[in-house]
């Protein structure tokens, strides 16, 4: 028996828990594909089949499946379970070049890869994006042989990706719309992030996203729900764990000390009264 449970379904990519638990040593034909996929194994093992080759798959090998691919599968030791990855051929080209030339199929899972692969499946819950380009970027430096782009010119790159977030454009939303805005590659744009500015696209992002929570909090927003949705967080949770991650208090909490601020604070007009009285 085969299930698939969606954990990330976007236009570009989707993320699937695939659970497997047939038994059996011989070879089951599937039909091709037109996408591109990375199938990393989180339990078990099972065998795969490419063009009269077999492969033996676990947690240490996974495998790159390309469009048209005739695949065959065996599962003598039991089942298993696996992230399943597809990408539309559009993202793969974005990270892999034009017309990218791939060593083989298999894939040697290491501890970085495996760590990346966790990232990954953590952030399905609000917006994984960034962590999947970092995944499949270092694959790509590992089985093909074209060249990845190198990242030049990355000071004006994140300058000008810097103004789309700080403008609140719809493309600022994730990092595949904004390097699509700008006509790079996602790979390149999440790589000159981390390199110029020492933090990943998605932490600067929310760190915006804080910055103009915080706004609103001072002047009173009380509708955390509303304040998500408007500031494009996930849901009212993603919000709460994101301004705590950021300046070590919940919403609620800073909304208090905001609060408590303001009005300990003296205004204009009692601080001019209080100069009168000292003057008299």
């Given at each position: 028996?085969?299930?698939?449970?969606?954990?990330?379904?976007?236009?570009?990519?989707?993320?699937?828990a695939?659970?497997?638990?047939?038994?059996?040593?011989?070879?089951?034909?599937?039909?091709?594909?037109?996408?591109?996929?990375?199938?990393?194994?989180?339990?078990?093992?099972?065998?795969?089949?490419?063009?009269?080759?077999?492969?033996?798959?676990?947690?240490?090998?996974?495998?790159?499946?390309?469009?048209?691919?005739?695949e065959?599968?065996?599962?003598?030791?039991?089942?298993?379970?696996?992230?399943?990855?597809?990408?539309?051929?559009?993202?793969?080209?974005?990270?892999?070049?034009?017309?990218?030339?791939?060593?083989?199929?298999?894939?040697?899972?290491?501890?970085?890869?495996?760590?990346?692969?966790?990232?990954?499946?953590?952030?399905?819950?609000?917006?994984?994006?960034?962590?999947?380009?970092?995944?499949?970027g270092?694959?790509?430096?590992?089985?093909?042989?074209?060249?990845?782009?190198?990242g030049?010119?990355?000071?004006?790159?994140?300058?000008?990706?810097?103004?789309?977030?700080?403008?609140?454009?719809?493309?600022?939303?994730?990092?595949?719309?904004?390097?699509?805005?700008?006509?790079?590659?996602?790979?390149?744009?999440?790589?000159?992030?981390?390199?110029?500015?020492?933090?990943?696209?998605?932490?600067?992002?929310?760190r915006?996203?804080?910055?103009?929570?915080?706004?609103r909090?001072?002047?009173?927003?009380?509708?955390?729900?509303?304040?998500?949705?408007?500031?494009?967080?996930?849901?009212?949770?993603?919000?709460?764990?994101?301004?705590?991650?950021?300046?070590?208090?919940?919403?609620?909490?800073?909304?208090?000390?905001?609060?408590?601020?303001?009005t300990?604070?003296p205004?204009?007009?009692?601080?001019?009264?209080?100069?009168?009285?000292?003057?008299?």
């Amino acid at each position: 028996m085969l299930s698939f449970v969606d954990l990330v379904v976007r236009p570009e990519f989707s993320v699937s828990a695939v659970d497997c638990r047939d038994d059996h040593r011989g070879w089951s034909a599937e039909p091709p594909r037109q996408d591109v996929r990375l199938v990393l194994v989180r339990r078990g093992g099972f065998r795969r089949r490419v063009r009269g080759v077999p492969a033996d798959l676990d947690r240490t090998v996974g495998y790159l499946g390309l469009p048209g691919e005739e695949e065959q599968f065996a599962h003598p030791a039991g089942g298993d379970e696996c992230t399943s990855i597809g990408l539309k051929p559009a993202l793969w080209h974005a990270i892999a070049g034009d017309a990218p030339r791939v060593r083989g199929s298999s894939l040697y899972v290491d501890g970085r890869l495996d760590l990346a692969h966790r990232r990954l499946l953590a952030a399905a819950r609000t917006d994984p994006s960034e962590e999947l380009v970092a995944l499949v970027g270092e694959i790509v430096r590992r089985v093909v042989t074209t060249t990845v782009p190198d990242g030049t010119a990355d000071q004006a790159l994140v300058a000008r990706a810097r103004g789309v977030i700080g403008d609140d454009h719809p493309a600022a939303a994730g990092l595949l719309p904004l390097a699509a805005l700008l006509g790079v590659s996602p790979y390149r744009l999440s790589r000159a992030f981390t390199r110029e500015l020492g933090v990943s696209l998605t932490r600067y992002r929310n760190r915006v996203r804080v910055t103009r929570a915080l706004d609103r909090l001072e002047q009173g927003e009380s509708g955390l729900a509303a304040l998500a949705a408007d500031l494009g967080f996930a849901d009212q949770a993603h919000l709460c764990r994101t301004v705590r991650e950021h300046l070590g208090h919940t919403p609620t909490a800073l909304r208090r000390l905001l609060a408590t601020e303001r009005t300990s604070a003296p205004s204009e007009e009692s601080a001019a009264a209080n100069r009168t009285k000292i003057d008299a």
